[in-house]
C-alpha cells in the first residue's frame, strides 16, 4: 500500500476486483455451448376426405319445365305471318317458334293441332338465357296457361297468359278478335273480345340475356307450372321433326323469313293453308312426279277403252308371236327355154 492509499481507497479497489471478477464468470457461463438435440417437426395432419360437390344449379324461370336443347347464340326474331283458318272446330293454335339442330336454328310453323284432351291449353315453348347459354324450354298441355318467357308469339299470346280462346264446357270457343276462324260452316262457337296488349309489341324471341325479354314468372304461371302436364301429341312430334328435315325451314337459308310460316294441320307443309313469312322467298314448286308415282303415271290401267282414233287400226302383233313363214321358192325355167310370157300373166289388155 502505498503511503496516499487510504484505508477507504483500498476497499474501494478489493470491491472493484471482486466485481471484475464476477462479471468475467458471467460472461464465461454465457459463452458455453449447449447441445440440443434435433426433434423434427410433427407430420402435417392428412387431408380431409374428397366429398362431391355438385355444380350450383341454375334456377329456370319456370321450375319444372324442361330444358330441351340449349345453343350458344340467341335464336333470330320472330316472323311476320299471317295465321291460316281454323280447319275445323275443336282444332287449338300452337304458334311458330325457332328450335335448333346441328344445322343451326330452324323454324317449326305454327300450325292448328287438336288437344290430347278435353280442357288443356297449349302454353308454348320458349327459350331463355341462363349460365352463358340459351335454352329451349319445351311447351306443354296443362288446365292453365303457363311461363312461356314473356315472348309475344301473338293470336292471344301476347307474353303472358292466353286470350284466344276458352273452353265452355266439352267445347272450345274461339276469340275471332285474335283468331282467324272464317269456317263458320262447322265452327259455330265463337265470340269476339277485344284484346288490349299493355306489352311492347316486338319481334325478340327469348327471354333474359342482352337484347332478351325481361319477364319473370308469375304467381298464377307459377302454380301453373307446379300441375300437371301432358308432352305434345304426336302429331306435333312428327311436325317438329318434319320442320328439321325441310331444308328451306333454317334460318341460314332463308335469312328468318320461311316460306312455310303456319300451316292449317301439323305435318301439311303443302297446299291450301300454308302461309309465307312476310318477306320470304315463294317455295320452289316441281312438275316432276313423286319418285313412287314415275313408273306407274303413264301407265294406263288393264282394263282402259282404246282411243278413238287407234280403234280402227289393226292390233300389233309382237314379233315373238309371228309366225314363221318359209322364203319363196324362185319360178322354175320352161322346159323349150322359152321366155315366159309376162303379158299373159299380167292380163295384157291392149
Not at 57 to 76: F, N, R, Y
Not at 202 to 214: D, I, L, R, T, W
Not at 338 to 350: I, L, M, N, R, T
Request: glycine share 12%.
Amino acid at each position: 500500500m502505498s503511503r496516499t492509499d487510504t484505508p477507504h481507497s483500498a476497499w474501494l479497489r478489493i470491491g472493484a476486483g471482486n466485481l471484475i471478477a464476477l462479471c468475467a464468470a458471467s460472461l464465461l457461463s454465457a459463452c458455453v455451448v449447449q447441445t440440443r438435440a434435433y426433434v423434427p417437426p410433427p407430420p402435417p395432419p392428412p387431408p380431409p376426405p374428397r366429398v362431391y360437390v355438385a355444380p350450383p344449379v341454375v334456377e329456370v324461370a319456370a321450375p319444372g319445365v324442361a330444358v330441351e336443347v340449349t345453343a350458344t347464340e340467341p335464336p333470330p326474331p320472330l316472323p311476320d305471318y299471317e295465321q291460316p283458318p281454323c280447319p275445323d272446330d275443336g282444332y287449338l293454335w300452337t304458334p311458330g317458334y325457332w328450335h335448333y339442330g346441328y344445322a343451326g336454328y330452324y323454324w317449326v310453323p305454327g300450325t292448328w293441332v287438336q288437344p290430347p284432351q278435353v280442357g288443356v291449353l297449349w302454353t308454348p315453348g320458349y327459350w331463355g338465357f341462363a349460365a352463358g347459354v340459351y335454352g329451349f324450354h319445351a311447351g306443354y298441355w296443362g288446365p292453365h296457361i303457363g311461363f312461356y318467357g314473356g315472348v309475344n308469339y301473338g293470336f292471344g299470346y301476347g307474353g303472358v297468359g292466353f286470350v284466344g280462346g276458352r273452353w265452355e264446357g266439352n267445347r272450345y270457343a274461339y276469340n275471332t278478335a285474335v283468331n282467324n276462324v272464317s269456317n263458320t260452316t262447322t265452327i259455330h262457337n265463337t265470340y269476339n273480345q277485344t284484346v288490349i296488349n299493355n306489352v311492347t309489341v316486338n319481334k325478340v324471341s327469348y327471354n333474359g340475356g342482352a337484347g332478351g325479354v325481361a319477364a319473370t314468372p308469375t304467381a298464377q304461371e307459377k302454380a301453373a307450372a307446379q300441375e300437371s302436364h301432358i308432352p305434345p301429341t304426336a302429331a306435333q312430334s312428327a311436325h317438329v321433326q318434319q320442320a328439321a328435315r325441310n331444308p328451306a325451314l333454317a334460318a341460314k337459308a332463308n335469312g328468318g323469313h320461311p316460306a312455310i310460316a303456319a300451316t292449317a294441320r301439323p305435318g301439311a307443309f303443302s297446299g291450301p293453308g300454308v302461309v309465307g313469312a312476310h318477306g320470304a322467298a315463294p317455295l320452289a314448286t316441281s312438275t316432276k312426279p313423286p319418285v313412287n308415282q314415275m313408273n306407274t303415271a303413264h301407265t294406263p290401267p288393264a282394263n282402259a277403252a282404246h282411243p278413238p282414233a287407234l280403234a280402227n287400226k289393226p292390233a300389233v302383233v309382237p314379233k315373238t308371236q309371228l309366225a314363221k313363214v318359209p322364203p319363196k321358192k324362185p319360178p322354175v325355167p320352161p322346159a323349150n327355154g322359152a321366155k315366159e310370157d309376162k303379158g299373159a300373166e299380167s292380163g295384157d289388155k291392149h
